[in-house]
């Protein structure tokens, strides 16, 4: 098995190992969405989404796309939407956003 693979996916699923980062990817998954648009959704301040953001941006679990001065972020990842949405099939478990 190719240690980069292993390497790569195991800092994204820590990533989404915090409960905030986790919302907000099963968020993005139905919904490209601005900051501010999540910080009211999560009703946590912006400076603490935007930390969120970046760790999965950086990861590369997130992309963001800019329009005029909004910055819009979505998943692009398609193996970790994959992984999230059995998740929720074998937990039986419904997101709503």
Same mark, same amino acid.
């Given at each position: ?7 790569? =996916? ?5 990533? &989404?190992? $915090?409960? /905030? #980062? &986790?919302? !907000?990817?099963?968020? &993005? /998954? $139905? ?6 648009? !999540?910080?009211?959704?999560?009703? !946590? ?11 999965? @941006?950086? @990861?590369? !679990? ?10 819009? =972020? ?11 949405? #059995? ?11």
């Amino acid at each position: 098995m190719d240690s980069a693979w292993l390497d790569e =996916y195991s800092e994204k699923l820590k990533a &989404l190992g $915090h409960p /905030m #980062r &986790l919302k !907000i990817v099963l968020g &993005l /998954m $139905h919904n490209e969405c601005n900051v501010t648009k !999540i910080c009211d959704g999560l009703k !946590i301040p912006q400076a603490t989404t935007s930390q969120h953001l970046a760790i999965l @941006k950086n @990861k590369g !679990i997130l992309e963001s796309v800019r329009d005029g001065t909004t910055v819009c =972020y979505k998943v692009k990842d398609d193996a970790i939407k994959e992984i999230l949405r #059995r998740l929720l099939e074998v937990t039986n478990t419904k997101f709503e956003c």
